[in-house]
């Protein structure tokens, strides 16, 4: 850390140098003179600053964060919503220290504008506060802050980076939602009963109301003593108080992630996810979650209350921040490459290896070349990774617990699975793969439902939110799958995101006829999987953000739903 010239510093040493030039080529001894007394003034100036880089590297400057509740109920954090930042700059040294700025480092979710300065005197702390606006709703992490310090004229500068990285949850964004969710038609009698009443055919249950008797009603249901008083046939209409059983499947592939960040597909997704399981909670009904892509990304099984919201929640957070092998699309020398350059930033480890050993030397194994040739120690990385795992979890009771939440990798290569989930933990991004072998969606599809059914036996209600591409890539597959989701469940709506209300606005008419253009190939994409959905019966509504996820539903409900055969 070294200082080094601000820009009225530069313009000042250019113009002394300016002075000297012109004056050694006309013989102007004033001007000569003019230079050196400006020179000798700045260099004095200079080493008056310096001592300040002497105080960061004696580590006298300390920095601490923290996030205040957010203004969600239950002082959660929500995506386009800001919350404050509050930083605090502690002097220990012996001289009053001018913080020019700060540049705030943070995962691409994150989105700051402004850098906060501050004056500190000596053996004081100073608070300032800045706004954060978080664009999508995920585990975003603040890395570190870079401070710049300056002189009282502004003629010098230094910068120094403070790592100090905290984590913070993000919920996604809060999706009005009227009423309760998909309601199936007969629902299941459960251990707990819901708050909702459906009416049911029986001789149980509380009575509804007494009618007249019409044609096909069975005699069992004749209310005798009501048929006596009137003199014509009346009959019980009962109703039971039952649980619906709500099953989400969640597709998280590369076409849902297409788009700006925080208005993708995937958002509005996570969004519309969230509002129902949130309106099912409320009406103490059950309800579930199977994520996938070309396989099951994260389940969560039914179940109710406020806690396993929570837990659902969790884990659609977690699919906005996969970081598995067969579904990033990074090699293992950019893997490797990523980290190490983190490390270096963050932690002041180098991990590359500055000599090359000999061709047959048995350090080749645990050797990885980067992308620009750079050679790494990839077993150093993964020790270090895995002791800065541990400080991260900790060693404490709710370490084990702490482990236990962390879904399993896939990673073949042993060496690299610390390096990832180091990535997942430190909000590390990973490209995700935007592209899948032939048939691979229908796989996860089928595989997603199979999980569906065996964790919720035969749910009520089933909600699949898709883009629908690459499902009729295999038909017979595909079929199978349908026609088993159909026979489970009793009710099964696609929620597919509208192609054009995710493309970015056009700006000009060659930007709206790229723009159609976009929408029509995108629709193509989605066209097989959606006639194919439809011909076995599955009602398919498509949507986005602007649509009421009321009137969306109600669409569902009223489609018509064919049996497969």
């Given at each position: 850390?070294i200082?080094?010239?601000?820009t009225?510093?530069k313009?000042?040493?250019?113009?002394?140098?300016?002075?000297?030039?012109v004056?050694?080529?006309?013989?102007?001894p004033?001007l000569?003179?003019?230079?050196g007394?400006i020179?000798?003034?700045?260099?004095?100036?200079?080493?008056?600053?310096?001592?300040?880089?002497?105080?960061l590297?004696?580590?006298?400057?300390?920095?601490?964060?923290?996030?205040?509740?957010?203004?969600?109920?239950?002082g959660?954090?929500?995506?386009?919503?800001?919350?404050?930042l509050h930083?605090?700059?502690?002097n220990?040294?012996?001289?009053?220290?001018?913080?020019?700025?700060?540049?705030i480092?943070a995962?691409?979710?994150?989105?700051?504008?402004e850098?906060p300065?501050?004056t500190?005197?000596?053996?004081?702390?100073?608070?300032?506060?800045?706004?954060?606006?978080?664009?999508a709703?995920?585990?975003?992490?603040?890395?570190?802050?870079?401070?710049?310090?300056?002189?009282?004229?502004?003629?010098?500068?230094i910068?120094?980076?403070?790592?100090?990285?905290?984590a913070?949850?993000?919920?996604?964004?809060?999706?009005?939602?009227?009423?309760?969710?998909?309601?199936?038609?007969g629902?299941?009698?459960h251990?707990?009963?819901?708050?909702?009443?459906?009416?049911?055919?029986?001789?149980?249950?509380?009575?509804?109301?007494?009618?007249?008797?019409?044609?096909?009603?069975?005699?069992?249901?004749?209310?005798?003593?009501a048929?006596?008083?009137?003199?014509q046939?009346?009959?019980?209409?009962?109703?039971?108080?039952i649980v619906?059983?709500?099953?989400?499947?969640?597709?998280?592939?590369?076409?849902?992630?297409q788009?700006?960040?925080g208005?993708t597909?995937?958002?509005?997704?996570?969004?519309a996810?969230a509002?129902?399981?949130?309106?099912?909670?409320?009406?103490?009904?059950?309800?579930?979650?199977?994520?996938?892509?070309?396989?099951?990304?994260?389940?969560?099984p039914?179940?109710?209350?406020?806690?396993?919201?929570?837990?659902?929640?969790d884990?659609l957070?977690?699919t906005?921040?996969?970081?598995?092998e067969?579904l990033?699309?990074?090699?293992?020398?950019e893997?490797?490459?990523?980290?190490?350059?983190?490390?270096?930033?963050?932690?002041?480890?180098?991990v590359?290896?500055?000599?090359?050993?000999?061709?047959?030397?048995?350090?080749?194994s645990?050797?990885?070349?980067?992308?620009?040739?750079?050679?790494?120690?990839?077993?150093?990385t993964?020790?270090?990774?895995?002791?800065?795992?541990?400080?991260?979890i900790?060693?404490?009771?709710?370490?084990?617990?702490k482990?236990?939440k962390?879904?399993?990798?896939v990673?073949?290569?042993?060496?690299?699975?610390?390096?990832?989930?180091?990535?997942?933990l430190?909000?590390?991004?990973?490209?995700y793969?935007?592209?899948?072998?032939?048939?691979?969606?229908?796989?996860g599809?089928?595989?997603?439902?199979?999980?569906?059914?065996?964790?919720?036996?035969?749910?009520?209600?089933?909600?699949?939110?898709?883009?629908?591409?690459g499902?009729?890539?295999?038909?017979?597959?595909?079929?199978k799958?349908?026609?088993?989701?159909?026979?489970?469940?009793?009710s099964v709506?696609?929620?597919v995101?509208s192609?054009?209300?995710?493309?970015?606005?056009?700006?000009?008419?060659?930007?709206?006829?790229?723009r159609?253009l976009?929408?029509?190939?995108?629709?193509?994409?989605?066209e097989?999987?959606?006639?194919?959905?439809?011909?076995?019966?599955?009602t398919?509504?498509?949507?986005?953000?602007?649509d009421?996820?009321?009137r969306?539903?109600?669409?569902?409900r009223?489609?018509?739903v064919?049996?497969?055969?």
């Open positions: 850390m200082p080094r010239l601000a009225r510093g313009l000042i040493l250019g113009t002394a140098l300016l002075f000297l030039l004056g050694s080529l006309h013989g102007a004033p000569v003179a003019l230079s007394t020179l000798t003034v700045l260099l004095a100036l200079y080493l008056a600053f310096y001592p300040t880089a002497i105080l590297r004696r580590k006298k400057i300390e920095l601490s964060w923290w996030v205040p509740p957010g203004d969600q109920p239950g959660a954090l929500s995506a386009d919503r800001p919350f404050q930083l605090a700059f502690r220990h040294g012996s001289r009053k220290l001018r913080i020019l700025g700060t540049k480092l995962g691409s979710g994150l989105q700051l504008d850098k300065s501050a500190v005197k000596r053996g004081e702390q100073v608070e300032v506060t800045t706004t954060v606006k978080p664009l709703a995920g585990y975003q992490v603040l890395h570190g802050a870079a401070l710049t310090f300056g002189d009282a004229l502004g003629l010098f500068d910068e120094a980076f403070f790592p100090n990285p905290i913070v949850k993000v919920f996604p964004r809060t999706v009005a939602l009227r009423g309760a969710p998909v309601r199936a038609v629902g299941a009698l251990e707990q009963v819901g708050l909702h009443h459906v009416r049911r055919r029986g001789l149980s249950g509380e009575l509804r109301e007494l009618r007249e008797h019409s044609h096909g009603d069975p005699f069992k249901f004749i209310a005798w003593k048929t006596a008083r009137r003199g046939l009346m009959v019980r209409d009962l109703e039971n108080e619906t059983t709500h099953m989400v499947l969640l597709d998280v592939g590369g076409g849902m992630r788009g700006t960040l208005k597909p995937l958002d509005w997704a996570c969004d996810t509002a129902l399981a949130k309106a099912a909670v409320a009406n103490s009904d059950r309800v579930g979650l199977v994520a996938f892509d070309t396989r099951p990304v994260c389940e969560l039914p179940d109710t209350g406020h806690h396993h919201y929570l837990q659902l929640v884990k957070l977690d906005r921040s996969l970081v598995d067969d990033t699309d990074v090699t293992a020398g893997l490797v490459a990523l980290v190490a350059r983190y490390l270096a930033h963050q932690e002041a480890i180098d590359r290896v500055k000599i090359a050993p000999p061709l047959d030397d048995a350090r080749w645990s050797i990885q070349a980067g992308p620009d040739g750079q050679l790494y120690d990839v077993a150093a993964g020790r270090l990774c895995r002791r800065l795992i541990d400080l991260m900790g060693s404490d009771k709710t370490a084990k617990e482990r236990a962390l879904s399993p990798l990673e073949p290569d042993a060496q690299l699975a610390p390096l990832r989930q180091f990535c997942r430190r909000g590390i991004e990973l490209p793969r935007s592209a899948w072998e032939h048939g691979k969606r229908t796989v599809l089928q595989r997603a439902v199979e999980r569906a059914v065996t964790s919720a036996g035969r749910p009520d209600v089933v909600v699949l939110v898709s883009d629908l591409a499902f009729a890539e295999d038909e017979s597959r595909a079929i799958a349908l026609a088993r989701l159909r026979r489970a469940a009793g709506i696609a929620l995101p192609a054009a209300a995710f493309l970015p606005p056009a700006a000009s008419p060659h930007g709206v006829r790229v159609d976009m929408a029509r190939d995108q629709k193509a994409l989605v097989p999987g959606r006639r194919l959905l439809t011909r076995h019966g599955i398919v509504v498509e949507g986005s953000p602007a009421s996820l009321d969306l539903l109600a669409g569902g009223r489609g018509p064919r049996r497969a055969g």
